[in-house]
Nanobody
Framework: QAQLVESGGGLVQPGGSLRLSCAAS????????MGWYRQAPGKARELVAA???????NYKDSVKGRFSISRDNAKSTLYLQMNNLKYEDTAVYYC???????????WGQGTQVTVSS
């Protein structure tokens, strides 16, 4: 079964930037709408950015203008460029298909983003 591996997280000061990557195994990545999700401590997982197979994008209001989602179907990789990071962006970030059940099975391990001075 195809799997997802997130990377690129880290510790960054407020106003800083990070670029997350999500590598998908298998050959199905290009046919699915994909999203970046995050889960902060004590909170439910939420969708923050989505990109459709044809390239259109959608964002959670709180990240509009700061985050940018993109995909490289040839590399089966999803990206999230995060600029002007805020304390409230601190969370574990996951990628997955928008479709449920996900064609990629269970969630990956995620990548931790910590915004702190």
């Amino acid at each position: 079964q195809a799997q997802l591996v997130e990377s690129g997280g880290g510790l960054v000061q407020p106003g800083g930037s990070l670029r997350l990557s999500c590598a998908a195994s298998g050959s199905i990545f290009s046919i699915y709408d994909m999203g970046w999700y995050r889960q902060a401590p004590g909170k439910a997982r939420e969708l923050v950015a989505a990109i459709m197979t044809h390239g259109s994008t959608n964002y959670k209001d709180s990240v509009k203008g700061r985050f940018s989602i993109s995909r490289d179907n040839a590399k089966s990789t999803l990206y999230l460029q995060m600029n002007n990071l805020k304390y409230e962006d601190t969370a574990v970030y996951y990628c997955n298909a928008l479709r449920r059940p996900s064609p990629f099975g269970s969630w990956g391990q995620g990548t931790q983003v910590t915004v702190s001075s």
